[in-house]
């Protein structure tokens, strides 16, 4: 899978995925979403992204989870 509006910069943010090259972090708009916030509110919030910026931004923390191993609560 290919990212293309997803950059990493040393020099910016502290190296943290952002989009395009501004300085607004996935993990935001990914947090974002999972407070229940619409893409338009969120375009609203930001209005330098654009509704493909946050699709990106989901695909992109999804993708990256299949690649992790994350320490979780096993239910009985």
Do not use: H, W
């Not at 229940?36 to 992109?60: K, Q, V």
């Amino acid at each position: 899978m290919k990212f293309t509006r997803i950059t990493v910069d040393p020099s910016q943010m502290g190296g943290v995925p952002c989009l395009r090259g501004l300085r607004i972090p996935v993990a935001t708009v990914v947090g974002m979403t999972a407070d229940g916030m619409t893409s338009e509110e969120i375009l609203s919030a930001y209005p330098d992204l654009e509704a493909e910026d946050i699709r990106e931004a989901l695909r992109f923390a999804a993708e990256t989870l299949r690649q992790r191993e994350l320490p979780l609560v096993t239910v009985p």
